[in-house]
């Protein structure tokens, strides 16, 4: 007889496949998983430098600047610096890391429209002269500290579908870009380009074609009054898979070609991508340990060595993790809760795991990015340490 698979069989068969999948290629984080202490995020370099190298395969005109906040360990972009990464920074504490590698400022850019001014000042004196806007105040401020510099407005573009919209915050209409193009060059700066940002964990291409097809009107519009663009950078927004399957590189990038060729007749001079998550993102998994269990009403509880505000922030955001854990046995539903004693410390609702036991290991899969860079120290708890393997 053949037996119907439940929402708990689906989800949890996923986890187990996800993390069978994800060890059996990395023997140094199998062996690491049991014996280090929670809670520790192990990341695989070589996977790593494998996923810039996939980008890069798959958008060989692109250049790729990491977006460093997603993971800023040393390791990590030591790593990319050496298969050749560019870097895209938003603070001084981030620049000093990467030019601590060694990388060359010329593989450097800041991208984050409104910067403090004493980072713009530091990064123009370390030789970094690419830097994003999108208004009139911070073109006159990286006048002022940043002369001649270079600089690519920030336009909107829909983030509806990404799991973490950016557009809300930063961005302007196409008018507005092109009159602080213009502005930037009567103050000495050199107007060279556009960027987007089509949302963090993007999964619907609709986004995409929007922003380069408007890209391209506004690239046109900026030639008709004497702009002459170089640059179009199409941020981040590439997605990992997390309790879902999401969109792989090569459809984003395969996706993305096509829209190139048919919106830009001449290819822009240079193009740049930011990706964050799709370099990091799965290439890391959380060690975690059950710490307790409950039952409360008809609700299942169990409680982890870590949370929200020790690395799971994403998931105030709606990023859900697969869960893995090394028993056998009937599934039920759980409430996971983090390590704190705040209400709001809740990692997930509606995961499905066996009957785990006090001091069990749960693997949170798909950890690599926006997670150690989230953490406090909140209550005392401490931040999952980072391992690269
Ligand atoms: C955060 C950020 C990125 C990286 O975004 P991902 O979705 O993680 O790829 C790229 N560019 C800018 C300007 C950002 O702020």
């Known amino acids: 007889m053949e037996r119907t698979l439940s929402a708990g069989d689906i989800q949890f068969g996923y986890a187990k496949r996800y993390f069978e999948e994800f060890i059996s290629s990395r023997p140094k984080i199998r062996e690491a998983l049991n014996k280090v202490e929670t809670p520790a ?28 906040k997603a993971n800023d360990h040393i390791d990590v972009l030591r790593a990319l610096a050496e298969v050749g990464s560019g870097f895209e920074v938003a603070s001084s504490g981030e620049l000093e890391k990467v030019l601590s590698l060694k990388v060359p400022p010329e593989r450097v850019i800041s991208s984050n429209p409104v910067k403090p001014e004493e980072f713009i000042d530091f990064a123009y004196r370390s030789g ?23 600089v690519y407005v920030r336009v909107t573009v829909p983030n509806e579908g990404s799991d973490w919209p950016l557009s809300r915050k930063f961005g302007v209409d196409p008018e507005t870009a092109l009159d602080i193009l213009e502005f930037a060059k009567e103050k000495g700066l050199v107007p060279v380009g556009i960027t987007f940002h089509v949302g963090s964990q993007c999964n619907n291409l609709r986004n995409w074609f929007i922003a380069v097809r408007d890209s391209s009107y506004l690239w046109e519009r900026a030639r008709s009054r004497g702009l002459r663009l170089m640059v179009l950078n199409m941020g981040g927004g590439i997605p990992v898979r997390y309790l879902y399957e999401s969109l792989r590189v090569e459809d984003v990038a395969y996706y993305v070609k096509g829209l190139l060729r048919k919106y830009f007749s001449v290819p822009p001079y240079e193009l740049q991508i930011e990706p964050g998550r799709g370099i990091v993102g799965d290439q890391g998994v959380l060690v975690t340990r059950v710490i ?79 997670t150690s860079v989230y953490a406090s120290e909140f209550n005392g708890f401490p931040k999952p340490k980072v391992i690269c393997l």
Request: hydrophobic share 40%; aromatic share 12%; with cysteine.
């Open 292 to 370: 307790g269990k409950a039952k409360r009403g008809e609700e299942n509880w169990v409680y982890l060595d870590t949370g929200v505000f020790n690395g799971l922030a994403e998931t105030l955001g709606g990023i859900r993790y697969p869960m893995f854990l090394e028993r056998e046995g009937d599934l039920k539903e759980w409430v996971v809760g983090g390590v704190s004693c705040d209400s709001l410390d809740v990692i997930a609702r509606n995961i499905y795991l066996p009957e785990p036991e006090v001091g069990d290991r749960v693997y949170i899969l798909s950890a690599g990015a926006y």
């Open 41 to 68: 995020i192990l990341m695989d370099l070589e996977g790593i430098k494998a996923r810039y190298v996939q980008i890069r395969y798959h958008l060989p005109e692109v250049n790729v600047y990491y977006a460093v």
């Open 128 to 150: 970094v002269n690419r830097f994003a806007v999108d208004s009139f105040t911070e073109v006159e401020k990286i006048a002022r500290v940043a002369p001649r510099s270079r």
